[in-house]
Nanobody, 124 residues
Framework: QVQLVESGGALVQAGDSLRLSCAAS????????MGWFRQVPGKEREFVAT????????HYADSVKGRFTISRDNAKNTLYLQLNNLKPEDTSVYYC?????????????????WGRGAQVTVST
């Protein structure tokens, strides 16, 4: 099985940019469809973005479309999430996840492995 570790979380100001990374170990990243989710205390974890195994197909939540970009480098076993034009409502813990599914996966139950999360805080 794969182990996932997120990094890059920070406290930033509204309008700033940030890049999150998710390093995979134990199994080759290219084995999995990958996704990013986020969660604030008291709310359900929500889908942010997903990317196919070869990186050619991506899909985003409407709330981040045009501002966030998901990408992957299978040779480096690393997944990325570029966050641009950040807003206070983007404040959350961001989780990367790996899925064995070959279909578009935007729900929690489609993902088999999860990282521990990285905190992103956006101040006004």
């Amino acid at each position: 099985q794969v182990q996932l570790v997120e990094s890059g979380g920070a406290l930033v100001q509204a309008g700033d940019s940030l890049r999150l990374s998710c390093a995979a170990s134990g199994r080759t990243l290219g084995t999995y469809r990958m996704g990013w989710f986020r969660q604030v205390p008291g709310k359900e974890r929500e889908f942010v973005a997903t990317i196919s195994r070869n990186g050619m197909i991506t899909h985003y939540a409407d709330s981040v479309k045009g501002r966030f970009t998901i990408s992957r480098d299978n040779a480096k076993n690393t997944l990325y999430l570029q966050l641009n034009n950040l807003k206070p409502e983007d404040t959350s813990v961001y989780y990367c996840a790996a899925s064995l599914s070959f279909l578009l996966a935007t729900t929690l139950d489609a993902y088999n492995y999860w990282g521990r999360g990285a905190q992103v805080t956006v101040s006004t």
